[in-house]
């Protein structure tokens, strides 16, 4: 394979990286047959004594990783290289010192490890990684020109590290929100540009499960009711033909009357923001939030005994208000007396400082607690 040809490999490898379920493994396999080394590593997060490391091997003894990651991280002394720069460890510490050293006799003499290259990616606040290729002792010494070719993958790996940490931070907060979404008892549904289903949270699944209010045919978003259908999809498309044209969209809704007995769905068809530079297909374009009134949300009783000060009891019969309940059926729930109930209902108004039940039903729908 010619030089450049391989150069070219990598840096496809090294940019798809973030995208792999072990990320960079690829990369490191080829650079390592690349290299002909005996280990390529990548490490993430350095461990410390508060938290293990995050490290990408390929090759190398597990166990010895393992123990490097644990405590042997704490002798070695090829670290705080010079940002940005390709070094040998024999030439960053000298051979005579290497032998020497404790790390050398628990670390790499037990893998046979000789020879590294490493180099050290630094952005103050946002990235702390390290870069390191080996070889054993029964393999040749580390030349210029491999050396010249870690320098120049380097600025690659970085930038692609660095999507990767941005990439990770957006799931991680989408994560989140999606969490909260749920907790909140709210079905959310996101279509593509073409008002296709891209997909749906867990209360989402739950109501397209039932078959009966909401389902999905051929990709797309139906209602039991054919002019409902219409009349959402109609909605969709108006959110849509706004969003590309780039025009202020207004938020659309829809009531989906059900069966006797149940209250009625609520929908609300909203764009998803998009950057300036949003391109591509199978992109979320809009959301679809639907209210389920009979699947109200719980807040936990442990939650709302701490936000408002209130006894276990006094929290449940909160909980059972909020839930639409009389203080006659509270009474029944709890297996207690009216009067009883009463009494709890007098200390939940005195810790919470309202004196009607329909404030208090405000009060802990509008709090935290629906979150836990």
């Keep these: 394979m010619k030089p450049d040809a391989a150069f070219s490999e990598l840096l496809g490898l090294i940019y798809e990286g973030p995208l792999e379920a072990v990320p960079w493994q690829s990369f490191l396999s080829r650079f390592k047959e ?18 293990r490391g ?50 050398y006799r628990l670390c790499m003499e037990p893998s046979d490890l000789w020879d590294i290259l490493g180099a050290d990616m630094q952005i103050p606040g946002e990235l702390e990684a390290r870069f390191r290729v080996s070889r054993t002792r029964k393999q040749t010494r580390f030349t210029e020109s491999e050396k010249r070719l870690c320098a120049a993958i380097l600025p690659h790996l970085e930038r692609s ?28 549904i996101l279509l593509d540009e073409t008002g296709k289903v891209l997909n749906s949270n867990a209360r989402a699944d739950q109501l397209l499960a039932k078959g009966t209010d909401v389902l999905i045919r051929d990709g797309r978003l139906a209602l039991q009711d054919k002019h409902l259908t219409d009349e959402l999809h109609a909605l969709v498309m108006a959110v849509l033909a706004n969003q590309r044209q780039g025009r202020t969209s207004v938020v659309e809704a829809l009531r989906v009357p059900r069966g006797e007995g149940q209250m009625d769905l609520g929908l609300v068809i909203r764009p998803v923001p998009h950057n300036e530079w949003s391109e591509g297909k199978a992109v979320p374009s809009v959301a679809i939030f639907i209210s389920d009134p009979e699947d109200a949300t719980e807040a936990p009783v442990q939650v709302i005994t701490k936000l408002f000060g209130f006894t276990p009891t006094e929290a449940t019969l909160a909980i059972l208000l909020a839930k639409g309940l009389t203080l006659d059926e509270v009474a029944d729930t709890l297996h207690v007396s009216r009067n009883t109930v009463r009494t709890h209902l007098r200390s939940v108004f005195a810790k919470t400082g309202v004196s009607r039940q329909g404030l208090l039903i405000r009060l802990i729908l509008q709090s935290v607690a629906p979150l836990a």
């Design 34 to 51: 690349i290299m002909n080394a005996s280990v390529t590593t990548l490490v993430l997060r350095p461990p410390t004594a508060d938290a």
């Design 54 to 103: 995050v490290m990408l091997n390929d090759g190398g003894v597990m166990d010895v990783i393992a123990s490097y990651n644990e405590r042997l991280y704490a002798l070695d002394p090829f670290v705080d290289l010079p940002p940005g720069k390709v070094v040998s460890l024999q030439e960053f510490i000298g051979t005579e010192n290497l032998q020497a050293s404790d790390f």
């Design 161 to 188: 590290i660095r999507l990767h940490a941005r990439m990770n931070r957006i799931e991680s907060e989408r994560a989140l929100y999606a969490g909260a979404m749920g907790q909140l008892a709210v079905a959310s």
